[in-house]
């Protein structure tokens, strides 16, 4: 099923002033703020649940090491997007296997709900949910 190009036209100037030639650049970008934010939404808990697990008093820490990273990385990243030269793709940096590794720890690994903190975890355990708190924290920035 197919909509006519006048029938989204008239739908969405329901909603916004917009020329006929911008439609389709309003409706990729709309969906792409639209799946950015569904899945910061669906990784956040992720990173709640991953805080957590290194036991509450480590949260203040976490919290000011986000601060510092955002007061670090905010400027730096608007400095790299706005060199002429530079390809926006190499200012990420790939996390696919950071994630998957995280998902896996998740899974295969049962914390009992009277966990006292990170005193038995080993040293890749607490630096993966220390990295993922801090990289999502700075999602939204980049």
Known sequence: MTISKSRIE??????????????????????????????????????DEGAISL?????????VGSLLLTLIVAPVSTLIFSLPNLSKGKGFFPVNSIIKEELNIMVNQTIPANS?????????????RIGLF?????LLIL
């Open 10 to 47: 008239t739908i969405v100037s329901w909603f916004v002033t917009v020329h006929p030639n911008e439609i389709s650049a309003l409706i990729y970008s709309a969906s792409s703020f639209f799946f950015i934010l569904s899945a910061y939404f669906v990784v956040l808990p992720l990173r």
């Open 55 to 63: 036991g509450l008093g480590t949260l203040p820490g976490l919290f």
């Open 116 to 128: 006292g903190g990170s005193g038995k975890h080993g040293w890749f355990f607490i630096s993966v």
């Open 134 to 138: 801090l990289w999502v924290a700075q």
